[in-house]
């Protein structure tokens, strides 16, 4: 089993920054592998961006390539995405998720992110 809560919603002026912040508890962190997902209303939810065991590799949606870092400290049991330069279309709830068995099987609760233009 594996907890995740995350933090670091709010809201912010377009062109702004926030950090979402995903603290895991549970299963041995460092043997997971994390990844962001997001949903806006009125649609489904959709991958924003993964990294691996060890943080060594990632991946992005094409739509934050260069805005948004994915990252983590296994010391911590946290997983971090940093969002610069938002936009009014980033507005949604921000999920943190954890892969078991190679799917997305561990979900926290969400954080709401709201980007005013």
């Known amino acids: 089993q594996v907890q995740l809560v995350e933090s670091g919603g709010g809201l912010v002026q377009a062109g702004g920054s926030l950090r979402l912040s995903c603290a895991a508890s549970?299963?041995?962190?460092?043997?997971?592998?994390m990844g962001w997902f997001r949903q806006a209303p009125g649609k489904e939810r959709e991958f924003v961006a993964i990294v691996n065991y060890n943080g060594g590799a990632t991946s992005y949606a094409d739509f934050v390539k260069g805005r948004f870092t994915i990252s983590r400290d296994n010391a911590k049991n946290t997983v971090y995405l940093q969002m610069n330069s938002l936009k009014p279309e980033d507005t949604a709830v921000y999920y943190c998720?954890?892969?078991?068995?190679?799917?997305?099987?561990?979900w926290g609760q969400g954080t709401q992110v709201t980007v005013s233009s």
């Open positions: 549970g299963r041995t962190f460092s043997s997971v592998i």
């Open positions: 998720a954890a892969q078991s068995s190679y799917s997305w099987h561990y």
